[in-house]
């Protein structure tokens, strides 16, 4: 092993536990063999920032709107010719599947006629790994789809799939916060990223699918070791070089929880952790909710790894930071308290610490406030001066200890138009800034 890769091993080996309600943690563990492997991804892709804006939210027109959710996923429709596997933690595409909904169905009914139309004849093979059975793709399989549904209970005691991810032709990919949920394309407000025509990253994220369709099966259980063939070499300390748009970046896909990792996997909090403690100049998060505990498992304790990164580089490193957090009928109680404690830093007299929390509410009119689970900002995302963070869960303990979830990571420098990353700075200053964010000591 050259002398770069020793010092690098000698440093991921000597990353201290974090005891963390009771139970140590190691951040940063990786296999051994994937700090060596030469890996090289030579194929020239596409990558596209994807969002949903529900209706009646409008910014002014300098603004910038990327492609929407509904469109992301028609194009994987229209593209793929063989194989396409679905991850999802719910299904609800079709406006009767709600108690109440109004004439904003249409994209989601329309997503399902065409999954429908392709598994029917037989143009494509149709695999949904889903977190429960419902009408939506009991309908899918009556035309063919294979459907499995993890037992979260059985195999973790806790947790659910909570992943949102579209692979086809194991060369383009979706991964972002929009479930298979009408709601998802017209009354919430999602963020995602689109992949084509890469196959580099296509195969790594089916190799995540394969561990949902294995531990789909009833008589599954979580194995000691994952079979070589589910390994990766594309991780935080190897990923993939890759040439998309017209520009370069370095991407890698984490996944959740630790047992669901296969060999070369980087798990979700390592990638978040690494992301954060990467940042020279700023942080920008928007994240549905934030809570550093553990909500839905017991014993409920105290979780604070992310929390206390975010203070650790903020009062150490002088990293400006600014939280988004989502204000909705649903929002948990505990997390104002949290969201403030955080925000207060900035008060400090002696030490400049920029850290600011703001919560988004999205506007409803009478008839919207009536569909239910809807009038949110869904999204989980993390941007820097270095990373991209694109994942499907929400900031608490319970989705990085127990719930399937995947995070795209893209690390780039400013350069290109068509860079990933500063797009993602414009939509997150486009939001922050805008009439619907106000800072959390208003709540």
Request: contains cysteine; hydrophobic residues 35%; glycine residues 4%.
């Amino acid at each position: 092993m050259p002398s770069s890769g020793i010092k690098m091993l000698l440093t991921i080996m000597s990353m201290v536990f974090l005891v963390v309600t009771g139970e140590p943690q190691l951040i940063y563990k990786f296999d051994i063999p994937n700090l060596v492997k030469d890996f090289k991804c030579t194929e020239t892709c596409k990558f596209t920032l994807v969002e949903s804006m529900p209706e009646n939210l409008t910014y002014p027109a300098f603004e910038p709107i990327m492609m929407s959710t509904y469109k992301a996923h028609k194009r994987i429709l229209e593209k793929v010719k063989k194989t396409l596997y679905l991850s999802s933690c719910y299904w609800s595409l079709v406006g009767t599947d709600t108690d109440y909904h109004d004439y904003s169905s249409a994209e989601g009914e329309d997503i399902l006629k065409h999954l429908y139309d392709l598994t029917k004849d037989g143009t494509i093979s149709l695999k949904i790994a889903q977190n429960n059975t419902n009408k939506d793709t009991q309908m899918l399989e009556s035309v063919g789809a294979e459907v499995r549904t993890p037992d979260f209970k059985r195999l973790l005691h806790y947790g659910i799939l909570h992943t949102k991810m579209w692979v086809a032709d194991n060369a383009h990919v979706y991964i972002g916060s929009a479930n298979f949920d009408w709601r998802s394309y017209t009354q919430t407000k999602e963020t995602g990223v689109l992949i084509e025509d890469c196959p580099c990253l296509g195969e790594d994220a089916a190799k995540i699918f394969e561990v949902y369709w294995y531990l789909g099966n009833p008589n599954s259980h979580i194995p000691q070791h994952w079979p070589a063939n589910l390994s990766t070499a594309i991780n935080v300390s190897n990923p993939a070089v890759l040439n998309y748009n017209d520009t370069n970046g370095e991407v890698y896909i984490s996944s959740s929880p630790p047992q669901f990792c296969t060999t070369g996997r980087t798990g979700d909090i390592d990638a978040i952790v690494n992301v954060i403690r990467s940042a020279k100049k700023f942080i920008y998060i928007s994240v549905m909710d934030y809570l550093p505990e553990i909500l839905y498992a017991e014993p409920r304790v105290y979780w604070p790894i992310i929390d206390q990164e975010l203070r650790n580089i903020a009062f150490n490193d002088g990293v400006q930071v600014y939280l988004l957090a989502s204000h909705w009928q649903h929002t948990i109680e505990d997390m104002y308290a949290f969201l403030r404690s955080l925000d207060e830093l900035h008060t400090t007299k002696f030490h400049k610490i920029d850290i600011h929390v703001k919560l988004f509410t999205v506007p409803a009119d009478e008839s919207q406030k009536k569909i239910p689970y809807s009038r949110v900002n869904h999204s989980k995302y993390m941007v820097t001066d270095q990373h991209a963070y694109i994942g499907t869960s929400n900031w608490s303990g319970d989705y990085f200890k127990y719930t399937g979830g995947v995070g795209f990571i893209l690390k780039q420098s400013d350069g290109a138009s068509s860079n990933l990353r500063q797009q993602l700075v414009q939509l997150f200053l486009r939001d922050w800034n805008s009439e619907y964010s106000k800072y959390v000591y208003r709540f």
